[in-house]
T-cell receptor, first 113, second 114 residues
Framework: GAGVSQSPRYKVAKRGQDVALRCDPISGHVSLFWYQQALGQGPEFLTYFQNEAQLDKSGLPSDRFFAERPEGSVSTLKIQRTQQEDSAVYLC???????????FGEGSWLTVV | DQQVKQNSPSLSVQEGRISILNCDYTNSMFDYFLWYKKYPAEGPTFLISISSIKDKNEDGRFTVFLNKSAKHLSLHIVPSQPGDSAVYFCAASVPKAAGNKLTFGGGTRVLVKP
């Protein structure tokens, strides 16, 4: 499809396990964002890439969270030693350039048990 | 500290009537405001936006109003249709900040009754 694609859609992890969430942005989109949405709340900014450069990671909640976009297209959000409070929907979004409309993927639902 | 607030968690309206969703913000640096709509198990989809230099923007059944002095914006949907039943998020951005990253409110769940 032509939209932002995320995988896996659903992930159940045992506490302490590492997880990796993948995002395929819309082809040609320079800007890529990761957001975290807890149940009943709005999305909260995690990090921003312009091409392969991670220009803002101020929203990452701890050093257990790591994101990369090595070739400026696909991005991976990695969470190490998951904890129950990491349970949320992780949304990836992309835009053509900074200031253009931001399009969201369907999200990766993470449940830590 | 929530910079964008949607104080009504839910709204119920009869089909054909007007839905009014409200949003307040505290950061005076915000200069661009958006509304996103979200269905269950889907990502948010862009609905309508407004720049801080305007006080109104209209797109079909959807109109967004901005009151900068009150730091308040609202979304009007008229007439409301059952397919409008969803969660609506207000969002705002600061110019040139991290790709114009968005700060979201907590959302308002709208139910349009047939």
């Amino acid at each position: 499809g032509a939209g932002v694609s995320q995988s896996p859609r659903y992930k159940v992890a045992k506490r302490g396990q590492d997880v990796a969430l993948r995002c395929d942005p819309i082809s040609g989109h320079v800007s890529l964002f990761w957001y975290q949405q807890a149940l009943g709340q709005g999305p909260e900014f995690l990090t921003y890439f312009q091409n392969e450069a991670q220009l803002d990671k101020s929203g990452l909640p701890s050093d257990r969270f790591f994101a990369e976009r090595p070739e400026g297209s696909v991005s991976t959000l990695k969470i190490q030693r998951t904890q129950q409070e990491d349970s949320a929907v992780y949304l990836c979004a992309s835009s053509l350039t900074s200031g253009n409309t931001i399009y969201f993927g369907e999200g990766s639902w993470l449940t830590v048990v | 500290d929530q910079q964008v607030k949607q104080n009504s968690p839910s709204l119920s309206v009869q089909e054909g009537r007007i839905s009014i969703l409200n949003c307040d913000y505290t950061n005076s640096m915000f200069d661009y405001f958006l509304w996103y709509k979200k269905y269950p198990a889907e990502g948010p989809t862009f609905l309508i936006s407004i720049s801080s230099i305007k006080d109104k923007n209209e797109d079909g059944r959807f109109t967004v109003f901005l009151n900068k002095s009150a730091k308040h914006l609202s979304l009007h949907i008229v007439p409301s249709q059952p397919g409008d039943s969803a969660v609506y998020f207000c969002a705002a951005s600061v110019p040139k900040a991290a790709g114009n990253k968005l700060t979201f409110g907590g959302g308002t769940r709208v139910l349009v009754k047939p």
